[in-house]
């Protein structure tokens, strides 16, 4: 008797770990967008088919160029302006927990890449423009990946 009992406590076991794993397989983006703030870039989304109170690493990535110069205490360009392009790939990531509906609702700041432009005694480095592609954010096995040009 002891037997059966384990057995069906094991199985039923078994078939529970087995629809969780098949319910967190569910999970998928509603809606993903971008847009510029400033420098920046901030990465919003709606991911849904979530346990409840389960927490998920969310990332989110892009190509990004930038162009940083160096400017002269005035503000403008000297006559031999010291110029670098970065093109790097970037990417931020937070953790967020489900709501009570296994949905997480976030955003995540995206920052242009480093600059090791060295100016010269009187001069500062700044930078004069961004740009933002190949967008995507992932998370809890998904990804979805957000077209344009930021």
């Known amino acids: 008797m002891r037997i059966k009992r384990f057995k069906s406590l094991t199985v039923a076991l078994v078939l529970g770990l087995a629809a969780a794993v098949a319910f967190a397989a569910s999970a998928h983006f509603i809606k993903a967008s971008a847009a510029r703030q400033g420098n920046n870039l901030v990465v919003s989304f709606k991911l849904a088919g ?76 700044v930078l004069v423009s961004v740009s933002y592609t190949n967008v995507r954010v992932s998370g809890g096995g998904t990804s979805k990946a957000i077209a344009g040009t930021f």
């Open 50 to 125: 979530l346990g409840n109170n389960q927490t998920i690493t969310v990332t989110a990535s892009a190509r990004a160029t930038a162009e940083y110069q160096c400017i002269n205490k005035a503000g403008t360009n000297p006559s031999d302006p010291k110029k670098q392009q970065v093109t790097a790939d970037v990417s931020v990531s937070g953790n967020f927990t489900s709501d009570q509906n296994g949905n997480v609702v976030g955003s995540l700041t995206i920052t242009p890449p480093p600059s090791t432009l060295k100016c010269p005694t009187g001069q500062r480095r």
